[in-house]
């Protein structure tokens, strides 16, 4: 079943995250949500990683809900981050190596932001971190989490907001692909390539040159961050460059809804 096919079936969730990278949820766990709140297609999307998605296929096949091999790549382009959605993964190998050679690159950062604590006087060790990043691979929300455990910080968007956004003490660029280079794996992979939350960009031109520059396939036109407004001009967008349309979101724990219930207006058909 194509990731079209899913869209078109409706009671989706086409951008989801699991332990794998930073979600609540583990693979499975999520899967028996989706069973729960009625959804028929997921597909997990964790960040530059594809480890949760076995275990989620696994639950799948047995709960009756179809989950799609996805994933979202970091990729930068003009200094800005742009993710990019993969989806129907069929030979990830090359996908694979390229996400393990990142993940050694993450895990690193990982040890330099620890560091970087630890010489603001707030000292923790990879271990803290690795309690919440599940065996997933280890970001900064995890690196957030640890910190807010050990009581230097009250809270977890404080850490971000004066720590580890872009240009605070604790920042570090991760190693990150283009995004046609993440378009190219996807391809290669068997995938279809979707520009993830184009409202994250803040610059409809931006969003417009990334389409027109890159081989994307299609475009999340629905979102939980954008409104009435901004689902209508991305529906047009896509359209316009002749890309299929994809929603989610962008799920990561309780604080937000599992599922597109959101959306009105019929953006899919």
């Keep these: 079943m194509s990731i079209e096919t899913a869209v078109q079936g409706g009671s989706f969730d086409l951008h ?11 693979p499975e766990e999520l899967v028996k949500k989706a069973k729960e709140v009625g959804l028929k297609h997921i597909a997990i999307t964790d960040h530059d990683t594809l480890a949760g998605v076995e275990e989620a296929q696994r639950a799948g096949r047995a709960l009756g809900v179809h989950v799609i091999a996805g994933v979202e790549l970091s990729t930068k382009y003009r200094g800005k981050s742009v993710d990019v959605l993969g989806y129907d993964l069929r030979d990830p190998s090359e996908l694979h190596q390229t996400l393990s050679r990142m ?29 919440f990043s599940q065996g997933g691979v280890i970001g900064r929300p995890h690196i957030a989490k640890a910190i807010v455990k050990k009581g230097y910080v009250s ?8 720590y580890l956004a872009d240009g605070k003490p604790c920042a570090l660029d991760k190693v990150v692909l283009s995004p046609q280079e993440g378009i190219e794996l996807i391809h290669a992979a068997g995938g279809q390539a979707v520009l993830a939350h184009p409202v994250h960009l803040h610059d409809d031109n931006l969003v417009r040159e990334l389409l027109k520059t890159c081989e994307f396939d299609g475009l999340e036109v629905w979102h939980r961050e954008q409104d009435e407004d901004a689902n209508r001009r991305y529906r047009q967008m896509a359209e316009e460059f002749g890309l299929f349309m994809t ?8 604080s937000h809804q599992l599922g597109c219930f959101g959306y009105t207006g019929g953006i899919f058909e």
């Design 247 to 254: 929603g989610g979101s962008d799920f990561h724990n309780d």
């Design 155 to 162: 809270d977890y968007q404080t850490v971000f907001d004066e």
């Design 103 to 131: 993940r050694e690159g993450r895990e690193d950062r990982a040890y330099r932001i620890i560091q970087k604590f630890t010489d603001l006087g707030m000292p923790m060790t990879i271990e803290d971190v690795k309690e």
């Design 16 to 26: 989801v995250h699991t332990t794998a990278s930073d979600g609540d949820y583990t």
